[in-house]
């Protein structure tokens, strides 16, 4: 494959573009841009056909690795496959053609979309009040801290810690610092749930809330989430659940049953849309009655049939994103809740639950599995033992590229040494998964008999094993073109 930068193809002269003549009068450019703003040489820019325009991108597009070429097991991130339809209808122009800025009687259609996507998830969580304004789960944790700041200010409570299990993802103890609260971790016992002991010895008058995932990050259900969020309220505290699971429980488990106060929802992990390349995503938040008030504004309302924004909201935090959110993405989660139907959605946890299960049953001969029970739609093994033979997550996850598949999360949770992190999703086939197995048994006999093989993977891809801290802190974006320039 042709690896020449767009630069190197430039030919000076050359265009891509024909535009008919101009029939404006010529001015002078200095006239209408402040001289200091001017620059004196045009940009260094390409200068190519169209035809090479059209194949560098699409040749640079087909070294993407996506859930649309490849299975994609990245545990914690649900990459699911995305049912196109909804990206044909996120397209529609009487979408893509509206102003934000335009008043609310002309956006009914997509105000209602929003505020019935916002009713749905309510459902869902069984909790009562939204903000769709969130870009992302982590996004949904800061605005959710910020309103359980507001919340104890208002009552005259100073309450200055958040508890996170160790199991944790990295974002709530980042948002939770980023709000301004100090974060206390709790342990897991030996099950991999939260220690009950030890959350009711971490449990006084100076915590806020505990930061939960349910089924946590080893893919586990904490089976005392009842006596855990009791545990909180009766200290009066409140209960954040990060929803980033949330694709292992719909319409199965509702969070505001179990106890969760409020919550946020990675739409582009259980509601379709491709993510993976830093967004965009969303990340609403769904609240409980008593905290309703503290929302961003504008909050969506229905009244006489027509959806008004409203903006009093007595004790709002205030905006947290422009206009509404993210709304392509709100209209892809809201065509494939609709799609879907209640039952279609419980299907998806079933079966993301069943695969699951199926992938670790047949993994259980080849790895340790640390925290060894049913899983829900994820679960955790560890390369301990290969490491032992030289070989650590972080090969075998490498070698996995050059069999096709994109690596499982690893290193991730923190408690898990050598950890692999898997979640395949309720979209794969059992023919896929068991290909994935069969490529972790080669890599694994590999490391018995050819375990330098697996250090210098990957082999197959447009760059190979790269210096991770170099490639991170001190990256080299150029390609050495084959002439060696
Ligand atoms: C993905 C994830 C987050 C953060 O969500 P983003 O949408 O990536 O910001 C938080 N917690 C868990 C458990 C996650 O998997």
């Known amino acids: 494959m042709d690896e020449t930068l767009i630069f190197e193809r430039s030919v000076a002269g050359r265009c891509g573009v024909s535009l008919p003549p101009d029939d404006l009068p010529e001015c002078d450019i200095a006239s209408l841009v402040p001289c200091d703003l001017l620059s004196t040489s045009p940009p260094p820019l390409p200068e190519v056909s169209e035809g090479i325009l059209v194949r560098h991108y699409t040749n640079l597009s087909r ?7 490849h299975f994609y097991p990245l545990g914690s991130c649900t990459m699911k496959y995305n049912p196109k339809i909804n990206e044909t209808l996120a397209a529609l122009e ?3 053609h509206t102003h934000p800025y335009q008043p609310p009687d002309m956006l009914q259609g997509i105000l209602t979309i929003a505020y019935e996507l916002g009713e749905m998830l309510k459902e869902l969580t069984g909790l009562h009040g939204i903000s769709l304004q969130p870009s992302a789960g982590a996004h949904g944790e800061l605005t959710s801290l910020m309103i359980i700041k507001a919340y104890f200010q208002q009552k005259g ?8 299990p160790d199991t944790a993802h990295g974002t709530n103890p980042a948002s939770s610092s980023r709000c301004g609260f100090q974060v206390q971790q709790i342990a897991s016992d030996k099950r991999g749930r939260i220690d009950l002991a030890a959350l009711k010895l971490a449990l006084n008058g100076e915590v806020a809330a505990l930061m939960v995932t349910n089924p946590n990050t080893l893919g586990l259900f904490e089976e005392q989430i009842g006596e855990i969020c009791d545990a ?3 200290n009066g505290g409140l ?8 694709n292992a429980i719909l319409g199965i488990v509702k969070p505001a049953d179990f106890g969760a106060d409020l919550m946020h929802i990675n739409l582009h992990k259980t509601f379709s849309t491709p993510h993976g390349g830093g967004g965009p995503g969303a990340g609403p938040i769904v609240v409980r009655d008593f905290l309703s008030p503290f929302l961003p504004v504008p909050v969506l309302e229905k009244q006489q049939g027509q959806i008004v924004l409203r903006y009093d909201h007595a004790h709002s935090i205030g905006r947290v994103k ?7 993405v709100v209209i892809k989660a809201y065509c494939y809740i609709r799609m879907l139907g209640a039952e279609g959605l419980k299907s998806i946890s079933e079966h993301a639950v069943l695969n699951a299960n199926y992938l670790l049953a047949r993994l259980r001969g080849i790895f340790d599995v640390p925290y060894n029970d049913h899983c829900m739609h994820e679960f955790v093994v560890s390369a301990q033992n290969q490491k032992q033979k030289g070989i650590r997550a972080l090969d075998i996850a490498k070698k996995l590229l050059d069999y096709g598949f994109h690596p ?8 898990v040494p050598e950890a692999l992190m898997i979640e395949p999703t309720e979209t794969e086939s059992k023919e896929t998964l068991d290909q994935f197995v069969q490529a972790l048994e080669r890599i694994v006999e590999m490391a018995d008999k050819n375990p330098q093989a697996i250090l210098k993977a990957p082999i197959t891809t447009p760059v190979t094993r790269l210096d991770e801290y170099s490639a991170a802190r001190n990256p080299i974006l150029r390609w050495l073109s084959t002439s060696g320039k």
């Open 94 to 96: 009487a979408f893509t």
């Open 322 to 328: 422009s206009f509404l959110g993210n709304m392509a």
């Open 63 to 69: 070294k993407n690795f996506s859930v649309d070429t």
């Open 232 to 234: 909180v309220h009766e």
């Open 239 to 246: 209960v954040y659940l990060d929803g980033a699971n949330f």
């Open 157 to 164: 409570e100073r309450r200055t810690k958040i508890l996170i």
């Open 408 to 415: 499982p999360t690893i290193y991730f949770p923190l408690i």
